[in-house]
């Protein structure tokens, strides 16, 4: 029985600069940056992780993300949404048992509150700050996304220190990996024949992060994102992993998307 999938999603893509995303770098160059999500398909429930932004802001973008989008245009179509992309694979919202966030920028916070059966989990600081964040950050979260009525959350507390196992079968844990906001969290997805795969979010933009060449363009702690990046390379080391960096072009067109999967 090999019923564990894992599934790579594109909610389209966002118009920047080179220096949001490398920080100093690029000259005031363009920049294109993939917005991915993720689906996991497992037995006890399926995870949406993340959901990339949301498609109803697509009818009215500023009235939507507010003037973060002169810094952060989306191109995006409406059925590249969560919610679309999943019918196409016969999947429904009532299918979805838990979204699970990295953090709750606009770019990853797509999916809250359109699965009316999940619950959502997600670093209990991160929760906090997105409801009171500092004037460098305030544009970058999308308050109607995650401020709604009924939801179901399940706060997280990463900085215990050991990781959150959600089946209990390490098919997927969460990892505290803050800097890039105060609360975020990387997933680390166990698979049969794939191996381990690090969904590090944002807390990689692109491997010049990893690879210590350059530091996020936005961040809340620079030494918090250096060494989160630190941690994730010492459990790469360790399973061997793939990292799957959370906006990195050229790296992002290596991986198999859906219908494909990773098992
Ligand atoms: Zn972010």
Redesign the pocket.
Known sequence: MNDIRLYLFQSGSQLCKVHDIKMNQGCGQDMEIPVPWFLLMHPKGNVVIDGGLAAEGLADPRGYWGDAIDAYRPRMRPEQGCVAQLATLGLSPRDIRYVAL??L?C??SGAVGRFPDAVHLVQRREYEYAFAPDWFAAG?YARKDFDRAGLRWQFLDGEAGQPFDLYGDGALQAVFTPG??LG?QSFLVTLRNSGTMILA??AVYTLDHWNETALPG?LASAVDAVRSVQKLRALAERSGATLVP?HDPEAWRRFRLAPGYYD
Request: no cysteine.
């Open positions: 990295s953090h920028h770019d990853h970058a890039h906001t975020h979010g944002d936005l959370g």
